[in-house]
């Protein structure tokens, strides 16, 4: 964080006449939240960085995109270009620990963080739906409301990195030539699609790897709780969608494997292949749970961690449903190689997710001296079920780490595609 706000200082500091930084708010431990405005144009245009903390590849972003902006007329077209560098810096700085390398999956998942839904900027909009009710705002997310409201942007870019696999795009519309332009970026910077969806399973789709964002309330009911309350809102995308902006997320991925944008037959039927995904879901929350529910009554460490790890585990729990739901969706047909590969993926990261959270949280207990037996003896089971399910993925995963530049390029490139379409589309 500190090197991503001396950048942008510096910035600001060689071109003054064009640059802007001022603070728009304040995170929930006090950090300042600020907008980089980039340019004098008539349209607006706003990049969101670090709106998910464990996906630094859009705070590189930002500063090579600003830089670029500033440097060329050209580039900036009719925009003034607004930043926020990081949404949520507290979170950012609880990954701190694995940005500077090396990029492997123990290092990564060892010194991981990502806080649950509810605590997540990019997800807390409010939803005023009755069955799927969501006001749980917080003062990031406000933050960036109110830069919304007074920008009404035209583009609204948020900047994301996934995983493992290949790039994939979200819109919250079907911009006429955006998912040729978008593959495009992706072949130039040797950067692979993503042809199997993760997150994005079952939602429309506008060309290769480009789908279209559900609506809000859509998405917030399928995660409803019983009371009809939703564990987490709208999106930015949902929130400037308000004020008619065509709203962009890329998700670069950080390691690359083949298998991502293989669409050839895995042999496998695409049911039995989510059936399995559900399974192993059941699974990662029973064996967490076996080492978490003993030990609960002796936590006595307030962390980010412990809510960290319950939302990590709900939204796990949260899969078998919809892994199921969608199993008799796609019962007549086999799973692509890509597709396979998403849920076979998708199983690693959330088992790594919650067994490093897991060690992080009682690893913080037994720093802070609660050295009771059962602390001692969890954190010694948490360990070695990290140990068996890093193997586990480390098998299975190739994992070879993209260069950074490339990621970046992905997504400065995907931000002036995208504008440059929007420009045609106005005349």
Sequence with gaps: MDELNAAVEELVGDFPELCRLR?????????????????????????????????????????????????????RGRYTWNFIPCLDPDATRLNEGWFAGPFTIRNYHERFYRPALADQPEWTFPVLEEGAYFDGMLP????????IDELKPRLSYSLHNADFGGVFYILNRNLTGAAEALGEVSVRQGVELSLGPMDTLGWPEAGRAVYLMPEAKALAAAAAREDGTARFGSSSSHYAGRHGATSLIAETPLWRDPRANDVSTSGRSYSAVLVEGAGDAKKTVEEVASITDPVKPHLVISTPLRRALAGSIEQTEGLVPAYEAMASVFADRDATVAEEFAVRCTTHMLRLRAAGLLRRQLDAELRAGNQRAAVRAAGQEAGALFDIWCAEAEAYLLAEPYPLGDLVAVQVEAALAVAGLLDAEAG
């Design 140 to 147: 990031e997310t406000q933050a960036l409301a109110r830069v």
């Design 23 to 75: 603070r728009v708010g304040l995170s929930r431990q006090g950090e300042p939240l600020n907008l980089l405005s980039v340019g004098h144009g008539q349209e607006q245009a706003l990049v969101v960085g670090g709106p998910h903390p464990n996906e630094p590849i859009g705070l590189l972003t930002v500063v090579h995109l600003a830089r670029l902006v500033a440097e060329s007329g050209e580039a």
